[in-house]
């Protein structure tokens, strides 16, 4: 079975800076796609970052500020956060998409998130 595990979160002052980090497990070949996304306090989660082998794709509000990153050899994806606001306060969710191992693939995994909160 597949597992996505998310770490890194904590709180942090604004302008400050975190690294999110997670790792996939369970005998895995391939993973296409893998991101970040988040879900603030009464809001609808929503895309924050994604990396694939074409590229990356970030939401408006956190270009030239976060940057995500892959280690495909280690199955796992980070994200740096920069300059962080009050606004980035949220639980980010680590996904990963077409995930093929020996058995099956499988087309999404979620991480149960980290907790990322931002004082102003």
């Known amino acids: 079975q597949v597992r996505v595990v998310e770490s890194g979160g904590g709180l942090v002052q604004a302008g400050g800076s975190l690294r999110l980090s997670c790792v996939a497990s369970g005998s895995i070949t391939v993973i296409n796609t893998m991101g970040w996304y988040r879900q603030a306090p009464g809001k609808q989660r929503e895309l924050v970052a994604i990396i694939t082998s074409g590229g990356t794709n970030y939401a408006d509000s956190v270009k030239g500020r976060f940057t995500i990153s892959r280690d495909n050899a280690k199955n796992t994806v980070y994200l740096q956060m920069n300059s962080l606001k009050p606004e980035d306060t949220a639980v980010y969710y680590c996904?990963?998409?077409?995930?093929?191992?020996?058995?099956?693939?499988?087309?999404?995994?979620w991480g149960q998130g980290t907790l990322v909160t931002v004082s102003s």
């Open positions: 996904n990963a998409r077409g995930v093929r191992t020996s058995a099956r693939i499988y087309l999404e995994v």
